[in-house]
Protein backbone atom coordinates (compact mmCIF):
# COMPACT_ATOMS: atom_id res chain seq x y z
CA UNK A 1 0.00 0.00 0.00
CA UNK A 2 1.32 3.35 -1.33
CA UNK A 3 2.07 6.17 1.99
CA UNK A 4 2.21 9.08 -0.94
CA UNK A 5 0.02 11.90 -0.39
CA UNK A 6 -2.70 12.60 -2.94
CA UNK A 7 -2.80 15.01 -4.72
CA UNK A 8 -5.74 16.47 -2.79
CA UNK A 9 -3.96 16.56 0.03
CA UNK A 10 -1.16 18.26 -1.35
CA UNK A 11 -3.28 20.97 -2.67
CA UNK A 12 -4.74 21.47 0.85
CA UNK A 13 -1.28 21.78 2.53
CA UNK A 14 -0.04 23.98 0.08
CA UNK A 15 -2.91 26.05 0.94
CA UNK A 16 -2.42 25.84 4.40
CA UNK A 17 1.31 26.79 3.98
CA UNK A 18 -0.01 30.51 1.68
CA UNK A 19 -2.79 31.35 4.79
CA UNK A 20 0.49 30.83 7.09
CA UNK A 21 2.58 32.74 4.63
CA UNK A 22 0.15 35.60 4.47
CA UNK A 23 -0.74 35.65 8.35
CA UNK A 24 3.28 36.40 8.86
CA UNK A 25 3.06 38.69 5.97
CA UNK A 26 0.15 40.50 7.59
CA UNK A 27 1.79 39.93 11.31
CA UNK A 28 4.71 41.93 9.96
CA UNK A 29 3.25 44.32 8.32
CA UNK A 30 1.23 45.27 11.44
CA UNK A 31 4.29 45.24 13.58
CA UNK A 32 6.01 47.53 10.96
CA UNK A 33 3.20 49.97 10.89
CA UNK A 34 3.51 50.22 14.46
CA UNK A 35 6.75 50.35 14.79
CA UNK A 36 7.24 53.39 12.37
CA UNK A 37 4.12 55.17 13.13
CA UNK A 38 4.39 55.41 16.93
CA UNK A 39 4.81 58.74 18.51
CA UNK A 40 6.74 56.68 21.47
CA UNK A 41 10.51 56.33 20.27
CA UNK A 42 11.86 52.66 19.35
CA UNK A 43 14.48 51.28 19.10
CA UNK A 44 16.88 48.13 18.01
CA UNK A 45 20.22 47.73 18.71
CA UNK A 46 23.39 45.51 18.28
CA UNK A 47 24.49 45.15 22.09
CA UNK A 48 28.33 44.38 21.28
CA UNK A 49 29.00 47.30 18.62
CA UNK A 50 26.63 49.61 19.98
CA UNK A 51 25.29 49.88 15.85
CA UNK A 52 21.46 51.13 15.48
CA UNK A 53 19.67 47.97 13.85
CA UNK A 54 16.32 49.57 13.53
CA UNK A 55 14.74 52.79 14.72
CA UNK A 56 11.64 54.74 13.82
CA UNK A 57 11.39 58.23 12.62
CA UNK A 58 9.71 58.93 15.95
CA UNK A 59 12.83 58.16 17.82
CA UNK A 60 14.87 59.27 14.91
CA UNK A 61 13.35 63.52 15.29
CA UNK A 62 14.29 63.04 18.90
CA UNK A 63 17.96 62.54 18.08
CA UNK A 64 18.10 65.29 15.21
CA UNK A 65 17.38 63.46 12.13
CA UNK A 66 14.78 64.05 9.69
CA UNK A 67 13.82 60.37 9.33
CA UNK A 68 14.90 56.76 10.51
CA UNK A 69 16.64 56.22 7.17
CA UNK A 70 19.10 59.25 7.70
CA UNK A 71 20.12 56.66 10.91
CA UNK A 72 20.75 53.52 9.22
CA UNK A 73 22.14 54.76 6.10
CA UNK A 74 25.30 55.79 7.66
CA UNK A 75 25.23 52.86 10.23
CA UNK A 76 25.39 55.06 13.26
CA UNK A 77 25.58 54.20 16.63
CA UNK A 78 23.80 54.52 19.90
CA UNK A 79 27.70 56.12 21.37
CA UNK A 80 27.14 58.83 18.65
CA UNK A 81 24.59 60.41 20.32
CA UNK A 82 25.35 59.73 24.25
CA UNK A 83 26.51 63.17 25.78
CA UNK A 84 28.18 61.59 28.94
CA UNK A 85 30.04 58.21 28.23
CA UNK A 86 30.04 57.14 31.68
CA UNK A 87 26.29 57.51 31.93
CA UNK A 88 26.06 54.91 28.62
CA UNK A 89 28.41 52.64 30.36
CA UNK A 90 26.16 52.67 34.10
CA UNK A 91 22.99 52.01 31.86
CA UNK A 92 24.99 48.89 29.91
CA UNK A 93 26.12 47.50 32.62
CA UNK A 94 22.81 47.29 34.42
CA UNK A 95 21.45 45.66 31.04
CA UNK A 96 24.49 42.90 31.68
CA UNK A 97 23.57 42.41 34.90
CA UNK A 98 20.15 42.00 34.35
CA UNK A 99 19.23 41.62 31.12
CA UNK A 100 17.29 45.15 31.19
CA UNK A 101 17.02 49.10 32.24
CA UNK A 102 13.82 50.77 33.12
CA UNK A 103 13.14 54.13 33.13
CA UNK A 104 17.06 55.43 32.71
CA UNK A 105 17.40 58.98 31.83
CA UNK A 106 20.44 60.34 30.07
CA UNK A 107 21.23 63.34 28.48
CA UNK A 108 22.05 63.00 24.70
CA UNK A 109 23.32 65.58 22.41
CA UNK A 110 21.92 65.51 18.96
CA UNK A 111 22.78 65.41 15.32
CA UNK A 112 21.63 69.44 15.58
CA UNK A 113 24.05 69.57 18.89
CA UNK A 114 20.85 70.03 20.94
CA UNK A 115 20.30 68.80 23.95
CA UNK A 116 18.22 66.82 24.95
CA UNK A 117 16.92 64.36 27.97
CA UNK A 118 15.51 61.10 27.02
CA UNK A 119 13.88 58.45 29.47
CA UNK A 120 14.40 54.72 28.19
CA UNK A 121 14.02 51.33 28.76
CA UNK A 122 15.81 47.89 27.25
CA UNK A 123 15.56 44.46 27.39
CA UNK A 124 17.84 41.85 26.04
CA UNK A 125 16.20 39.37 23.59
CA UNK A 126 17.03 35.64 23.23
CA UNK A 127 18.47 37.02 19.98
CA UNK A 128 20.87 39.15 21.55
CA UNK A 129 19.62 42.07 20.59
CA UNK A 130 18.15 45.37 22.56
CA UNK A 131 14.94 46.23 22.09
CA UNK A 132 13.51 49.10 23.77
CA UNK A 133 11.87 52.51 23.82
CA UNK A 134 12.68 56.13 24.74
CA UNK A 135 10.48 59.20 25.79
CA UNK A 136 11.65 62.89 25.45
CA UNK A 137 11.47 64.24 28.63
CA UNK A 138 13.57 67.86 27.65
CA UNK A 139 10.89 69.97 28.53
CA UNK A 140 9.95 68.22 31.51
CA UNK A 141 13.32 68.36 32.65
CA UNK A 142 13.78 72.28 32.12
CA UNK A 143 10.53 72.66 33.94
CA UNK A 144 11.94 71.19 37.10
CA UNK A 145 15.19 73.03 37.24
CA UNK A 146 12.75 76.07 36.83
CA UNK A 147 11.21 75.13 40.41
CA UNK A 148 14.18 74.42 41.88
CA UNK A 149 15.82 77.46 40.85
CA UNK A 150 12.63 79.28 42.03
CA UNK A 151 12.78 77.42 45.57
CA UNK A 152 16.04 77.78 46.00
CA UNK A 153 15.40 81.00 45.71
CA UNK A 154 12.34 81.26 47.99
CA UNK A 155 14.72 79.29 50.45
CA UNK A 156 17.60 81.85 50.59
CA UNK A 157 14.88 84.64 51.11
CA UNK A 158 13.15 83.35 53.89
CA UNK A 159 16.63 82.28 55.51
CA UNK A 160 17.43 86.32 55.18
CA UNK A 161 13.77 86.65 56.42
CA UNK A 162 14.66 85.05 59.81
CA UNK A 163 17.74 86.14 59.96
CA UNK A 164 17.09 89.39 60.00
CA UNK A 165 14.37 89.15 62.20
CA UNK A 166 16.05 87.12 64.68
CA UNK A 167 19.08 89.59 64.43
CA UNK A 168 16.39 92.66 65.37
CA UNK A 169 15.07 90.63 68.32
CA UNK A 170 18.44 89.92 69.29
CA UNK A 171 19.34 94.06 69.05
CA UNK A 172 16.29 94.46 71.31
CA UNK A 173 16.78 92.38 73.86
CA UNK A 174 20.68 93.74 74.26
CA UNK A 175 18.73 97.41 74.54
CA UNK A 176 16.67 96.07 77.15
CA UNK A 177 19.47 94.77 78.80
CA UNK A 178 21.49 97.83 78.84
CA UNK A 179 18.64 99.70 80.20
CA UNK A 180 17.94 97.44 83.02
CA UNK A 181 21.73 97.94 84.12
CA UNK A 182 21.32 101.42 84.50
CA UNK A 183 18.12 101.04 86.16
CA UNK A 184 18.25 100.64 90.33
CA UNK A 185 14.71 99.85 90.80
CA UNK A 186 14.31 96.10 91.00
CA UNK A 187 10.42 96.14 90.21
CA UNK A 188 11.69 97.80 87.02
CA UNK A 189 14.35 95.48 86.40
CA UNK A 190 11.94 92.38 86.50
CA UNK A 191 9.71 94.09 84.29
CA UNK A 192 12.59 94.55 81.61
CA UNK A 193 13.55 91.12 82.31
CA UNK A 194 10.25 89.15 81.43
CA UNK A 195 10.10 91.65 78.39
CA UNK A 196 13.73 89.88 77.81
CA UNK A 197 12.36 86.39 78.26
CA UNK A 198 9.41 87.24 75.76
CA UNK A 199 11.19 88.62 72.98
CA UNK A 200 13.30 85.53 73.41
CA UNK A 201 10.60 83.09 73.12
CA UNK A 202 9.34 84.98 69.47
CA UNK A 203 12.87 85.16 68.32
CA UNK A 204 13.50 81.54 69.24
CA UNK A 205 10.89 80.65 66.72
CA UNK A 206 13.20 81.98 64.12
CA UNK A 207 16.40 80.21 65.22
CA UNK A 208 14.75 76.93 65.04
CA UNK A 209 13.27 77.78 61.98
CA UNK A 210 16.50 78.70 59.99
CA UNK A 211 17.99 75.19 60.62
CA UNK A 212 14.17 73.15 59.93
CA UNK A 213 14.09 71.24 56.75
CA UNK A 214 10.40 71.57 56.72
CA UNK A 215 9.40 75.51 56.76
CA UNK A 216 5.75 75.01 57.35
CA UNK A 217 6.32 72.99 60.86
CA UNK A 218 8.27 72.91 63.39
CA UNK A 219 10.27 70.76 65.60
CA UNK A 220 8.44 71.22 68.93
CA UNK A 221 11.12 69.81 71.45
CA UNK A 222 13.84 71.60 70.08
CA UNK A 223 12.38 74.99 69.94
CA UNK A 224 10.70 74.85 73.62
CA UNK A 225 14.41 73.23 74.98
CA UNK A 226 15.57 76.90 73.72
CA UNK A 227 13.39 78.97 75.61
CA UNK A 228 13.35 76.96 78.81
CA UNK A 229 17.22 76.63 78.81
CA UNK A 230 17.11 80.95 78.68
CA UNK A 231 14.54 81.15 81.38
CA UNK A 232 16.47 79.70 84.27
CA UNK A 233 19.76 81.67 82.84
CA UNK A 234 17.43 84.72 82.94
CA UNK A 235 16.58 84.04 86.75
CA UNK A 236 19.90 82.94 87.75
CA UNK A 237 18.14 79.68 89.31
CA UNK A 238 20.35 76.79 90.49
CA UNK A 239 19.69 72.95 89.60
CA UNK A 240 20.26 72.19 93.17
CA UNK A 241 17.17 74.31 93.90
CA UNK A 242 14.31 73.58 91.44
CA UNK A 243 14.09 70.94 89.31
CA UNK A 244 12.58 70.68 85.86
CA UNK A 245 11.60 67.57 84.67
CA UNK A 246 10.21 67.45 81.25
CA UNK A 247 8.26 64.52 78.97
CA UNK A 248 7.60 66.59 75.29
CA UNK A 249 6.20 64.30 72.63
CA UNK A 250 8.25 64.62 69.20
CA UNK A 251 5.40 66.19 67.47
CA UNK A 252 5.22 68.64 64.35
CA UNK A 253 3.41 71.75 64.91
CA UNK A 254 2.67 75.02 62.41
CA UNK A 255 4.36 78.46 63.17
CA UNK A 256 0.80 79.79 64.06
CA UNK A 257 0.68 77.47 67.18
CA UNK A 258 4.61 77.56 68.39
CA UNK A 259 4.95 81.17 68.65
CA UNK A 260 1.67 81.61 71.12
CA UNK A 261 2.73 78.44 72.56
CA UNK A 262 6.55 79.67 73.13
CA UNK A 263 4.83 82.56 74.82
CA UNK A 264 2.58 80.62 77.55
CA UNK A 265 5.14 78.49 78.66
CA UNK A 266 7.89 80.99 78.94
CA UNK A 267 4.78 82.99 81.44
CA UNK A 268 3.94 79.81 83.31
CA UNK A 269 7.23 78.56 83.99
CA UNK A 270 8.45 82.22 85.22
CA UNK A 271 5.64 82.44 87.42
CA UNK A 272 6.51 79.42 88.94
CA UNK A 273 9.95 80.22 89.36
CA UNK A 274 9.43 83.66 90.91
CA UNK A 275 6.37 82.62 93.35
CA UNK A 276 6.49 79.22 93.48
CA UNK A 277 9.90 78.95 95.68
CA UNK A 278 10.22 81.21 98.18
CA UNK A 279 13.57 82.29 99.98
CA UNK A 280 15.30 78.42 99.95
CA UNK A 281 12.39 76.22 99.14
CA UNK A 282 13.65 73.79 97.27
CA UNK A 283 11.12 72.07 94.74
CA UNK A 284 10.89 70.94 91.13
CA UNK A 285 8.20 72.28 87.78
CA UNK A 286 7.18 69.53 85.70
CA UNK A 287 6.29 69.96 81.78
CA UNK A 288 4.43 67.48 79.68
CA UNK A 289 3.10 67.88 76.08
CA UNK A 290 1.28 65.41 74.24
CA UNK A 291 -0.49 64.35 71.85
CA UNK A 292 -4.46 63.24 72.06
CA UNK A 293 -5.74 62.58 69.36
CA UNK A 294 -6.33 65.55 66.91
CA UNK A 295 -5.08 67.85 70.38
CA UNK A 296 -2.28 69.12 72.03
CA UNK A 297 -2.53 68.65 75.64
CA UNK A 298 0.26 70.64 77.88
CA UNK A 299 0.54 70.66 81.09
CA UNK A 300 3.23 72.88 83.60
CA UNK A 301 3.02 71.71 87.09
CA UNK A 302 4.78 73.03 90.49
CA UNK A 303 5.02 71.62 93.84
CA UNK A 304 5.92 74.85 95.55
CA UNK A 305 3.59 76.96 97.59
CA UNK A 306 0.71 77.44 95.56
CA UNK A 307 -1.80 80.30 94.56
CA UNK A 308 -3.36 82.64 96.86
CA UNK A 309 -7.14 81.45 97.64
CA UNK A 310 -8.34 85.17 97.60
CA UNK A 311 -6.63 85.14 93.89
CA UNK A 312 -8.93 84.98 91.06
CA UNK A 313 -6.29 83.91 88.64
CA UNK A 314 -8.70 83.89 85.37
CA UNK A 315 -9.49 87.87 86.06
CA UNK A 316 -5.54 88.72 87.52
CA UNK A 317 -4.25 92.36 86.97
CA UNK A 318 -1.07 90.54 86.43
CA UNK A 319 0.10 90.73 82.76
CA UNK A 320 1.46 87.42 82.66
CA UNK A 321 -1.60 85.70 83.49
CA UNK A 322 -4.00 88.22 81.45
CA UNK A 323 -1.53 87.15 78.49
CA UNK A 324 -1.61 83.61 78.62
CA UNK A 325 -5.48 83.39 78.83
CA UNK A 326 -5.72 85.50 75.40
CA UNK A 327 -2.91 83.79 74.39
CA UNK A 328 -4.77 80.14 74.99
CA UNK A 329 -8.83 81.49 73.73
CA UNK A 330 -7.67 83.87 71.03
CA UNK A 331 -5.03 82.54 69.59
CA UNK A 332 -4.94 79.01 70.10
CA UNK A 333 -9.09 78.62 70.34
CA UNK A 334 -8.49 76.20 73.49
CA UNK A 335 -9.08 75.92 77.26
CA UNK A 336 -6.95 76.45 80.07
CA UNK A 337 -7.81 74.96 83.63
CA UNK A 338 -5.95 76.24 86.81
CA UNK A 339 -5.46 73.73 90.24
CA UNK A 340 -3.74 74.96 93.38
CA UNK A 341 -3.35 71.64 95.51
CA UNK A 342 0.26 70.67 96.65
CA UNK A 343 1.18 73.24 94.15
CA UNK A 344 0.18 74.64 90.97
CA UNK A 345 -0.93 73.03 87.82
CA UNK A 346 -2.08 74.62 85.02
CA UNK A 347 -4.08 72.24 82.41
CA UNK A 348 -4.14 73.72 78.72
CA UNK A 349 -5.39 71.86 75.27
CA UNK A 350 -5.91 72.59 72.02
CA UNK A 351 -6.78 71.44 68.49
CA UNK A 352 -3.88 70.81 66.21
CA UNK A 353 -3.58 72.89 62.93
CA UNK A 354 -3.35 70.31 59.99
Known amino acids: MSNKPTYEELEHRVKELEQTEKALKESEEKYRNIFTNSQVGLFRTDPASGHVLDINDALARMVGFKSREEILDNNLSVSDFYADGNRRQ ?86 LKLQSNSIEDNQIKDVLKESQNRIYAMSAI ?91 ELVIADNGIGVPDELDWKNSNTLGLKLVRTLVENQLDGSIDMESKNGTKFSIKFDIET
Open 206 to 296: HETLHGSENLSEIDLKSYLSKIISSIFQTYSISPDKVTLNTDIEKIPISMNQASPLGLIINELISNSLKYAFPDDLKGEINLSIKKLDKEL
Open 90 to 175: EIAEKLIKTGYYKNEEALFLNHLKEYRWLRMSGILTDEGIIEGVAEDITERKKAEEKIKASLKEKQVLLDEVNHRVKNNMAVINSL
